[in-house]
Nanobody
């Protein structure tokens, strides 16, 4: 089992920046992927960024060049951040972090409760 807690959401004007953090606890050693997603009312959950096995970071085209995902500690799996720059009103959403684990060959996704990010025009 893995527990995830996000922090850092809030209200910002267009063009501003926010930094989200996501702390993991529990069976951290089983984590082999971390991700950020967002969801707006009436829309499907949207992939934002992920750090996958081999420390490869990938981004959605909608945020590439504006958002950066990383680990708070280069050698740790327990905390990741999402630095969001040049924010746009369309970035407004609930942002959720995820962790993918592999235990005895079984892959499981875990999710945080989400934090609200609101970008005003």
């Amino acid at each position: 089992q893995v527990q995830l807690v996000e922090s850092g959401g809030g209200l910002v004007q267009a063009g501003g920046s926010l930094r989200l953090s996501c702390a993991a606890s529990g069976n951290i050693a089983s984590i082999n992927a971390r991700g950020w997603y967002r969801q707006s009312p009436g829309k499907m959950r949207e992939f934002i960024a992920a750090i996958r096995e081999g420390n490869v970071t990938v981004y959605a085209d909608s945020v590439k060049g504006r958002f950066t995902m990383g680990r708070d500690n280069a050698n740790a799996k327990n905390s990741v951040f999402l630095q969001m720059n040049s924010l746009k009103p369309e970035d407004t959403a609930v942002y959720l972090c995820s962790a993918g684990t592999v235990v005895e060959g079984m892959y499981t996704d875990y999710w945080g409760q989400g934090v609200q990010v609101t970008v005003s025009s």
